[in-house]
Protein backbone atom coordinates (compact mmCIF):
# COMPACT_ATOMS: atom_id res chain seq x y z
CA UNK A 1 0.00 0.00 0.00
CA UNK A 2 1.30 3.43 -1.22
CA UNK A 3 -0.02 6.04 1.67
CA UNK A 4 -0.02 9.91 1.75
CA UNK A 5 -0.38 11.93 4.58
CA UNK A 6 -1.78 15.19 5.16
CA UNK A 7 -0.14 16.60 7.92
CA UNK A 8 -0.49 19.02 11.52
CA UNK A 9 -3.82 21.06 9.14
CA UNK A 10 -7.19 21.53 10.58
CA UNK A 11 -9.87 19.20 9.31
CA UNK A 12 -13.56 20.68 7.94
CA UNK A 13 -15.57 17.52 9.16
CA UNK A 14 -18.78 16.50 6.89
CA UNK A 15 -20.41 18.34 10.12
CA UNK A 16 -18.52 21.03 9.48
CA UNK A 17 -16.99 21.10 12.86
CA UNK A 18 -13.12 22.04 12.61
CA UNK A 19 -10.02 19.77 14.41
CA UNK A 20 -6.90 19.48 14.26
CA UNK A 21 -6.06 15.78 12.75
CA UNK A 22 -4.21 14.06 10.08
CA UNK A 23 -5.78 12.85 6.55
CA UNK A 24 -3.99 9.22 5.82
CA UNK A 25 -5.31 8.24 2.17
CA UNK A 26 -4.24 5.12 0.87
CA UNK A 27 -3.24 6.09 -2.90
CA UNK A 28 -3.83 2.61 -4.70
CA UNK A 29 -7.72 3.05 -3.65
CA UNK A 30 -8.00 6.29 -3.92
CA UNK A 31 -9.64 6.18 -0.71
CA UNK A 32 -9.11 8.16 2.47
CA UNK A 33 -8.13 5.63 5.19
CA UNK A 34 -8.37 7.89 8.03
CA UNK A 35 -8.96 11.19 9.49
CA UNK A 36 -6.85 10.84 13.36
CA UNK A 37 -7.07 13.67 15.44
CA UNK A 38 -3.84 15.23 17.27
CA UNK A 39 -2.40 13.10 19.61
CA UNK A 40 -3.64 9.67 18.28
CA UNK A 41 -0.44 7.19 17.09
CA UNK A 42 0.38 8.11 13.55
CA UNK A 43 2.34 5.89 11.38
CA UNK A 44 4.33 7.20 8.93
CA UNK A 45 3.52 7.70 5.44
CA UNK A 46 5.46 7.21 1.57
CA UNK A 47 4.49 10.87 1.24
CA UNK A 48 3.50 13.62 3.10
CA UNK A 49 1.68 16.76 2.52
CA UNK A 50 2.74 20.21 4.78
CA UNK A 51 -0.96 21.52 6.30
CA UNK A 52 0.86 23.56 8.64
CA UNK A 53 -1.33 27.08 9.33
CA UNK A 54 -3.81 25.59 6.87
CA UNK A 55 -7.21 24.26 6.43
CA UNK A 56 -8.11 21.28 4.33
CA UNK A 57 -11.32 20.51 2.58
CA UNK A 58 -12.88 18.01 0.91
CA UNK A 59 -12.64 18.67 -2.81
CA UNK A 60 -14.97 21.32 -4.03
CA UNK A 61 -17.27 20.14 -6.76
CA UNK A 62 -18.20 22.43 -9.85
CA UNK A 63 -21.60 20.32 -10.73
CA UNK A 64 -22.01 22.37 -14.01
CA UNK A 65 -19.43 24.01 -16.41
CA UNK A 66 -18.90 23.54 -20.22
CA UNK A 67 -15.19 23.93 -19.64
CA UNK A 68 -13.80 24.29 -22.79
CA UNK A 69 -15.78 27.62 -22.95
CA UNK A 70 -12.74 28.89 -21.11
CA UNK A 71 -11.46 29.88 -24.82
CA UNK A 72 -14.31 32.06 -25.45
CA UNK A 73 -13.82 34.02 -21.74
CA UNK A 74 -14.20 37.98 -22.42
CA UNK A 75 -15.26 36.82 -25.67
CA UNK A 76 -18.92 38.43 -24.93
CA UNK A 77 -20.15 39.66 -22.09
CA UNK A 78 -23.49 41.96 -21.28
CA UNK A 79 -26.00 39.99 -22.90
CA UNK A 80 -29.00 38.08 -21.66
CA UNK A 81 -28.72 34.24 -22.54
CA UNK A 82 -30.98 33.91 -25.64
CA UNK A 83 -29.15 36.80 -27.36
CA UNK A 84 -25.42 36.07 -26.09
CA UNK A 85 -25.61 32.78 -27.62
CA UNK A 86 -27.58 33.07 -30.81
CA UNK A 87 -25.35 36.48 -32.19
CA UNK A 88 -22.51 35.21 -30.78
CA UNK A 89 -21.33 32.08 -29.27
CA UNK A 90 -23.01 29.43 -31.41
CA UNK A 91 -21.61 30.89 -34.27
CA UNK A 92 -18.10 30.96 -32.84
CA UNK A 93 -18.79 27.22 -31.35
CA UNK A 94 -19.35 26.30 -35.27
CA UNK A 95 -16.07 26.77 -35.66
CA UNK A 96 -14.94 24.61 -33.28
CA UNK A 97 -12.42 21.62 -33.32
CA UNK A 98 -11.36 18.94 -31.01
CA UNK A 99 -8.51 20.57 -30.62
CA UNK A 100 -9.77 23.59 -29.42
CA UNK A 101 -12.08 21.63 -26.93
CA UNK A 102 -8.56 19.87 -25.60
CA UNK A 103 -7.05 22.63 -25.42
CA UNK A 104 -9.67 24.88 -23.44
CA UNK A 105 -10.64 22.06 -21.75
CA UNK A 106 -7.23 21.40 -20.41
CA UNK A 107 -7.07 25.41 -19.57
CA UNK A 108 -10.15 24.97 -17.52
CA UNK A 109 -9.18 21.95 -15.54
CA UNK A 110 -6.05 23.90 -14.80
CA UNK A 111 -8.09 26.91 -13.43
CA UNK A 112 -9.78 24.40 -11.40
CA UNK A 113 -6.99 22.39 -10.24
CA UNK A 114 -5.34 25.98 -9.25
CA UNK A 115 -8.42 26.57 -6.83
CA UNK A 116 -9.65 23.65 -5.44
CA UNK A 117 -11.82 22.22 -7.33
CA UNK A 118 -11.57 18.12 -7.71
CA UNK A 119 -14.70 16.91 -9.72
CA UNK A 120 -16.87 18.80 -12.49
CA UNK A 121 -19.64 18.12 -14.85
CA UNK A 122 -19.23 18.90 -18.17
CA UNK A 123 -21.50 19.14 -21.27
CA UNK A 124 -20.01 20.23 -24.25
CA UNK A 125 -18.74 19.05 -27.94
CA UNK A 126 -15.63 16.42 -28.95
CA UNK A 127 -16.48 14.95 -25.62
CA UNK A 128 -13.44 12.21 -25.91
CA UNK A 129 -11.17 15.45 -26.02
CA UNK A 130 -12.63 16.06 -22.09
CA UNK A 131 -11.99 12.82 -21.18
CA UNK A 132 -8.30 12.70 -22.73
CA UNK A 133 -7.82 15.49 -20.84
CA UNK A 134 -9.41 14.72 -17.51
CA UNK A 135 -7.03 11.49 -18.00
CA UNK A 136 -3.90 13.28 -18.19
CA UNK A 137 -4.59 15.66 -15.36
CA UNK A 138 -5.82 13.29 -12.96
CA UNK A 139 -9.57 15.27 -12.23
CA UNK A 140 -12.61 13.32 -11.50
CA UNK A 141 -15.38 14.53 -13.78
CA UNK A 142 -19.21 13.37 -14.72
CA UNK A 143 -19.44 14.64 -18.83
CA UNK A 144 -21.72 14.18 -21.56
CA UNK A 145 -22.23 15.53 -25.19
CA UNK A 146 -24.71 18.32 -25.25
CA UNK A 147 -27.39 17.36 -27.42
CA UNK A 148 -29.39 19.80 -29.86
CA UNK A 149 -32.03 19.17 -32.11
CA UNK A 150 -33.65 22.35 -32.93
CA UNK A 151 -32.35 23.72 -36.18
CA UNK A 152 -31.81 19.93 -36.92
CA UNK A 153 -33.93 17.93 -39.62
CA UNK A 154 -35.06 14.62 -38.59
CA UNK A 155 -32.07 12.31 -39.23
CA UNK A 156 -29.45 15.20 -37.63
CA UNK A 157 -30.80 15.27 -34.85
CA UNK A 158 -31.58 11.52 -34.49
CA UNK A 159 -27.96 11.21 -34.54
CA UNK A 160 -27.16 13.82 -31.67
CA UNK A 161 -29.26 11.97 -29.83
CA UNK A 162 -27.67 8.92 -30.45
CA UNK A 163 -23.84 10.57 -29.83
CA UNK A 164 -25.21 11.44 -26.58
CA UNK A 165 -26.11 7.98 -25.59
CA UNK A 166 -23.26 6.55 -27.32
CA UNK A 167 -20.63 8.44 -25.35
CA UNK A 168 -22.55 8.19 -22.12
CA UNK A 169 -21.96 4.14 -22.86
CA UNK A 170 -19.14 4.09 -24.09
CA UNK A 171 -16.80 6.14 -22.28
CA UNK A 172 -18.43 5.49 -18.47
CA UNK A 173 -15.65 4.41 -16.14
CA UNK A 174 -12.40 5.88 -18.54
CA UNK A 175 -9.63 7.48 -16.70
CA UNK A 176 -9.26 4.45 -14.13
CA UNK A 177 -12.65 4.75 -13.41
CA UNK A 178 -12.39 8.83 -12.73
CA UNK A 179 -14.88 9.56 -15.78
CA UNK A 180 -18.61 8.89 -15.54
CA UNK A 181 -20.78 10.37 -17.80
CA UNK A 182 -24.24 10.91 -18.36
CA UNK A 183 -27.11 11.43 -21.14
CA UNK A 184 -26.91 15.32 -21.62
CA UNK A 185 -30.16 16.57 -23.49
CA UNK A 186 -29.27 20.59 -23.65
CA UNK A 187 -32.36 21.87 -22.87
CA UNK A 188 -36.45 21.60 -22.26
CA UNK A 189 -36.66 23.82 -25.31
CA UNK A 190 -33.94 23.29 -27.45
CA UNK A 191 -34.45 19.65 -27.67
CA UNK A 192 -37.92 18.42 -28.95
CA UNK A 193 -40.87 16.64 -27.62
CA UNK A 194 -40.63 13.22 -29.53
CA UNK A 195 -36.67 13.19 -29.37
CA UNK A 196 -37.17 13.39 -25.75
CA UNK A 197 -39.48 10.40 -25.21
CA UNK A 198 -37.82 8.64 -27.37
CA UNK A 199 -34.48 8.68 -25.65
CA UNK A 200 -35.06 9.54 -22.45
CA UNK A 201 -36.69 6.43 -21.50
CA UNK A 202 -33.51 4.56 -23.23
CA UNK A 203 -31.23 6.23 -21.13
CA UNK A 204 -33.51 5.81 -18.38
CA UNK A 205 -33.60 1.76 -18.84
CA UNK A 206 -29.42 1.31 -19.57
CA UNK A 207 -28.74 3.00 -16.17
CA UNK A 208 -27.34 6.24 -17.56
CA UNK A 209 -27.89 9.32 -15.50
CA UNK A 210 -29.37 12.90 -17.13
CA UNK A 211 -28.14 16.26 -16.98
CA UNK A 212 -29.78 19.58 -18.53
CA UNK A 213 -30.51 23.01 -18.54
CA UNK A 214 -33.96 23.88 -16.81
CA UNK A 215 -36.18 26.86 -16.13
CA UNK A 216 -33.10 29.23 -16.61
CA UNK A 217 -35.26 32.01 -17.90
CA UNK A 218 -38.37 33.85 -18.10
CA UNK A 219 -38.42 33.72 -21.88
CA UNK A 220 -38.09 29.85 -21.55
CA UNK A 221 -40.53 28.97 -19.03
CA UNK A 222 -43.27 30.77 -20.27
CA UNK A 223 -43.56 29.44 -23.57
CA UNK A 224 -43.22 26.17 -22.53
CA UNK A 225 -46.21 26.98 -19.94
CA UNK A 226 -47.69 28.40 -23.06
CA UNK A 227 -47.37 25.35 -24.83
CA UNK A 228 -47.67 22.13 -22.27
CA UNK A 229 -50.56 23.50 -20.14
CA UNK A 230 -48.09 22.98 -16.65
CA UNK A 231 -44.78 23.46 -15.16
CA UNK A 232 -41.40 22.68 -17.20
CA UNK A 233 -40.94 20.04 -14.33
CA UNK A 234 -43.86 18.88 -14.78
CA UNK A 235 -43.65 18.25 -18.22
CA UNK A 236 -39.85 16.97 -17.79
CA UNK A 237 -41.48 14.49 -15.17
CA UNK A 238 -44.21 13.33 -17.61
CA UNK A 239 -41.24 12.36 -20.37
CA UNK A 240 -39.33 10.60 -17.42
CA UNK A 241 -36.19 12.98 -16.86
CA UNK A 242 -36.26 13.39 -13.25
CA UNK A 243 -35.05 10.55 -11.32
CA UNK A 244 -32.59 10.40 -8.52
CA UNK A 245 -29.53 10.01 -10.92
CA UNK A 246 -30.52 13.24 -13.05
CA UNK A 247 -29.61 16.65 -12.02
CA UNK A 248 -30.67 19.90 -13.82
CA UNK A 249 -28.34 23.18 -14.20
CA UNK A 250 -30.03 26.70 -13.04
CA UNK A 251 -33.36 25.73 -12.24
CA UNK A 252 -34.14 29.86 -11.49
CA UNK A 253 -37.68 30.18 -12.43
CA UNK A 254 -39.48 27.28 -10.56
CA UNK A 255 -42.44 27.24 -8.11
CA UNK A 256 -43.66 25.27 -5.18
CA UNK A 257 -44.91 22.60 -7.11
CA UNK A 258 -41.65 21.98 -8.80
CA UNK A 259 -39.70 22.19 -5.63
CA UNK A 260 -41.92 19.03 -4.39
CA UNK A 261 -41.46 17.33 -7.68
CA UNK A 262 -37.92 17.52 -7.28
CA UNK A 263 -37.54 16.64 -3.49
CA UNK A 264 -39.99 13.45 -4.46
CA UNK A 265 -38.26 12.13 -7.77
CA UNK A 266 -34.71 13.05 -5.60
CA UNK A 267 -33.25 15.30 -8.48
CA UNK A 268 -30.70 17.71 -7.79
CA UNK A 269 -30.38 21.17 -8.68
CA UNK A 270 -27.24 22.89 -9.82
CA UNK A 271 -27.37 26.73 -8.99
CA UNK A 272 -25.23 28.96 -10.86
CA UNK A 273 -25.49 32.33 -9.47
CA UNK A 274 -22.89 34.41 -11.34
CA UNK A 275 -24.13 33.17 -14.54
CA UNK A 276 -27.57 33.50 -13.83
CA UNK A 277 -26.65 37.20 -12.39
CA UNK A 278 -24.28 38.12 -15.37
CA UNK A 279 -26.78 36.89 -17.93
CA UNK A 280 -29.58 38.99 -15.65
CA UNK A 281 -31.32 35.19 -15.42
CA UNK A 282 -33.10 35.56 -12.09
CA UNK A 283 -32.42 35.03 -8.67
CA UNK A 284 -33.16 30.99 -7.99
CA UNK A 285 -34.96 30.17 -4.80
CA UNK A 286 -31.98 28.06 -2.94
CA UNK A 287 -33.34 28.28 0.73
CA UNK A 288 -36.86 27.44 -0.75
CA UNK A 289 -35.79 24.41 -2.56
CA UNK A 290 -33.40 23.13 0.46
CA UNK A 291 -36.15 24.00 2.77
CA UNK A 292 -38.63 21.85 0.85
CA UNK A 293 -35.49 18.86 0.92
CA UNK A 294 -34.31 19.56 -3.00
CA UNK A 295 -30.05 18.46 -3.30
CA UNK A 296 -28.42 21.89 -4.38
CA UNK A 297 -25.07 21.22 -5.59
CA UNK A 298 -23.08 24.73 -7.13
CA UNK A 299 -21.47 24.95 -10.71
CA UNK A 300 -19.59 28.09 -12.86
CA UNK A 301 -21.68 27.44 -16.00
CA UNK A 302 -18.82 28.18 -18.90
CA UNK A 303 -16.41 30.83 -18.20
CA UNK A 304 -17.67 32.78 -20.85
CA UNK A 305 -20.77 33.85 -18.36
CA UNK A 306 -19.02 34.01 -15.16
CA UNK A 307 -16.02 34.74 -16.06
CA UNK A 308 -13.78 32.29 -13.96
CA UNK A 309 -14.19 29.06 -13.16
CA UNK A 310 -13.35 28.99 -9.19
CA UNK A 311 -16.05 27.89 -6.63
CA UNK A 312 -14.88 30.03 -4.25
CA UNK A 313 -16.30 33.05 -6.30
CA UNK A 314 -19.87 30.94 -6.73
CA UNK A 315 -20.01 30.21 -2.97
CA UNK A 316 -19.69 33.86 -2.33
CA UNK A 317 -21.99 34.66 -4.86
CA UNK A 318 -24.41 32.06 -3.68
CA UNK A 319 -24.73 32.92 -0.10
CA UNK A 320 -25.26 36.68 -1.32
CA UNK A 321 -27.62 36.08 -3.97
CA UNK A 322 -29.70 33.98 -2.07
CA UNK A 323 -30.01 36.56 0.94
CA UNK A 324 -31.26 39.01 -1.84
CA UNK A 325 -33.80 36.20 -3.33
CA UNK A 326 -35.59 35.37 -0.07
CA UNK A 327 -35.16 39.15 1.06
CA UNK A 328 -33.54 37.33 4.51
CA UNK A 329 -30.01 38.28 5.73
CA UNK A 330 -30.49 34.78 7.38
CA UNK A 331 -31.27 32.54 4.18
CA UNK A 332 -28.30 30.38 2.56
CA UNK A 333 -25.85 30.38 5.34
CA UNK A 334 -22.44 29.96 5.62
CA UNK A 335 -22.44 25.82 6.33
CA UNK A 336 -25.70 25.78 3.59
CA UNK A 337 -23.23 26.92 0.91
CA UNK A 338 -20.04 24.77 1.98
CA UNK A 339 -22.13 21.61 2.19
CA UNK A 340 -23.72 22.65 -1.65
CA UNK A 341 -20.10 23.16 -3.06
CA UNK A 342 -18.96 19.98 -1.30
CA UNK A 343 -21.31 17.15 -0.41
CA UNK A 344 -24.45 18.81 -2.62
CA UNK A 345 -22.72 18.29 -5.78
CA UNK A 346 -20.97 14.87 -4.77
CA UNK A 347 -24.17 13.24 -4.48
CA UNK A 348 -25.97 15.06 -7.29
CA UNK A 349 -22.94 13.37 -9.55
CA UNK A 350 -23.13 10.57 -7.64
CA UNK A 351 -19.50 10.52 -6.19
CA UNK A 352 -18.40 9.52 -2.89
CA UNK A 353 -16.45 12.75 -2.57
CA UNK A 354 -16.94 15.74 -1.22
CA UNK A 355 -16.56 14.89 2.79
CA UNK A 356 -13.51 13.91 4.96
CA UNK A 357 -14.26 10.89 6.30
CA UNK A 358 -12.74 7.25 5.76
CA UNK A 359 -13.62 5.08 3.19
CA UNK A 360 -14.60 8.15 1.29
CA UNK A 361 -12.88 8.97 -2.19
CA UNK A 362 -9.53 10.76 -1.30
CA UNK A 363 -10.19 14.30 -3.09
CA UNK A 364 -9.36 17.56 -0.92
CA UNK A 365 -7.70 20.51 -1.42
CA UNK A 366 -5.08 22.49 1.47
CA UNK A 367 -6.01 26.22 2.05
CA UNK A 368 -3.38 28.28 3.64
CA UNK A 369 -4.92 30.41 6.34
CA UNK A 370 -1.97 32.47 7.26
CA UNK A 371 -3.04 35.83 5.18
CA UNK A 372 -4.48 39.09 6.06
CA UNK A 373 -8.10 38.46 4.36
CA UNK A 374 -8.23 35.06 6.46
CA UNK A 375 -7.28 36.57 9.98
CA UNK A 376 -8.49 36.26 12.59
CA UNK A 377 -10.00 32.76 12.00
CA UNK A 378 -12.76 33.03 14.46
CA UNK A 379 -15.55 30.73 12.02
CA UNK A 380 -13.35 29.09 9.13
CA UNK A 381 -16.68 28.00 7.23
CA UNK A 382 -17.69 31.25 7.35
CA UNK A 383 -13.66 32.09 5.45
CA UNK A 384 -14.81 29.76 2.80
CA UNK A 385 -17.83 30.99 2.09
CA UNK A 386 -17.33 35.05 2.03
CA UNK A 387 -13.13 35.31 2.44
CA UNK A 388 -11.45 32.89 0.77
CA UNK A 389 -10.32 32.88 -2.43
CA UNK A 390 -9.31 29.97 -5.19
CA UNK A 391 -5.75 31.65 -4.94
CA UNK A 392 -5.62 30.26 -1.36
CA UNK A 393 -5.06 26.83 -2.14
CA UNK A 394 -1.73 25.43 -1.47
CA UNK A 395 -2.20 21.31 -2.49
CA UNK A 396 -4.93 20.06 -4.55
CA UNK A 397 -5.88 15.92 -4.38
CA UNK A 398 -7.97 13.97 -5.95
CA UNK A 399 -8.22 9.96 -5.84
CA UNK A 400 -5.15 10.21 -3.73
CA UNK A 401 -3.08 11.70 -6.13
CA UNK A 402 -1.54 14.92 -5.74
CA UNK A 403 -2.31 17.24 -8.50
CA UNK A 404 -1.13 20.77 -6.87
CA UNK A 405 1.67 20.47 -4.62
CA UNK A 406 2.39 23.66 -3.06
CA UNK A 407 1.07 26.17 -5.78
CA UNK A 408 2.66 24.26 -8.36
CA UNK A 409 0.13 21.75 -10.51
CA UNK A 410 1.95 18.26 -11.37
CA UNK A 411 0.25 16.89 -13.98
CA UNK A 412 -0.03 19.69 -16.76
CA UNK A 413 2.55 22.08 -18.24
CA UNK A 414 0.89 25.08 -17.24
CA UNK A 415 2.85 27.57 -19.40
CA UNK A 416 2.33 25.55 -22.44
CA UNK A 417 -1.09 24.80 -21.36
CA UNK A 418 -1.72 28.74 -21.31
CA UNK A 419 0.15 29.25 -24.40
CA UNK A 420 -1.91 26.84 -26.56
CA UNK A 421 -5.33 28.09 -25.07
CA UNK A 422 -4.59 31.68 -26.30
CA UNK A 423 -2.97 30.72 -29.97
CA UNK A 424 -5.97 28.43 -30.44
CA UNK A 425 -8.92 30.75 -29.17
CA UNK A 426 -7.58 33.93 -31.22
CA UNK A 427 -7.15 31.29 -34.45
CA UNK A 428 -10.77 30.59 -33.09
CA UNK A 429 -12.33 33.70 -33.06
CA UNK A 430 -10.35 34.58 -36.40
CA UNK A 431 -12.09 31.62 -38.50
CA UNK A 432 -15.33 32.77 -37.07
CA UNK A 433 -15.36 36.38 -38.09
CA UNK A 434 -13.88 35.62 -41.35
C1 LIG B 1 -24.77 21.59 -26.41
S1 LIG B 1 -23.32 21.76 -25.48
C2 LIG B 1 -23.71 23.01 -24.29
C3 LIG B 1 -24.19 24.29 -24.90
O1 LIG B 1 -24.67 25.09 -23.85
C4 LIG B 1 -24.32 26.41 -24.12
N1 LIG B 1 -24.46 27.20 -22.91
C5 LIG B 1 -23.51 27.82 -22.20
N2 LIG B 1 -24.06 28.43 -21.14
C6 LIG B 1 -25.38 28.19 -21.21
C7 LIG B 1 -26.47 28.55 -20.40
O2 LIG B 1 -26.34 29.31 -19.34
N3 LIG B 1 -27.69 28.12 -20.76
C8 LIG B 1 -27.88 27.37 -21.85
N4 LIG B 1 -26.87 26.99 -22.66
C9 LIG B 1 -25.64 27.41 -22.33
C10 LIG B 1 -22.95 26.29 -24.67
O3 LIG B 1 -22.55 27.47 -25.30
C11 LIG B 1 -23.11 25.11 -25.60
O4 LIG B 1 -23.60 25.52 -26.84
ZN1 LIG C 1 -24.80 25.58 -18.80
Not at 4 to 18: E, N, S, Y
Not at 336 to 341: I, Q, S, Y
Not at 355 to 372: F, H, I, K, S, Y
Amino acid sequence: MTTLRIADGRVLRPDHTVERADVLVDQASGEILAVEPEGEGRASADDRLDAEGSLVIPGLVNAHTHVAMTLLRGYADDKPLDAWLQEDIWPVEAELTAEDVRAGARLGILEMIRSGTTAFADMYFFMPEVVAAVEESGMRALLGYGAITVGNDDEAAHQEMRDGLDFAEGYDGAADGRVSTAFMPHSLTTVGEDYLREYVPEAREAGIPIHFHANETAGEVDPLVADHDERPLEYADDIGMLADTSFLAHGVHTDRTEHELLAERDTAVIHCPASNMKLASGMAPVQAMRDRGVTVGLGTDGAASNNDLSLFDEMRDAAMLGKLAADDASAVAADAVVEMATQGGAEALGLASGRLEAGANADLAVLDLDQPHLTPDHDLVSHLTYAASGSDVRHTVCDGQVLMRDRTVQTLDEQAVLADARERAQALIDRAES
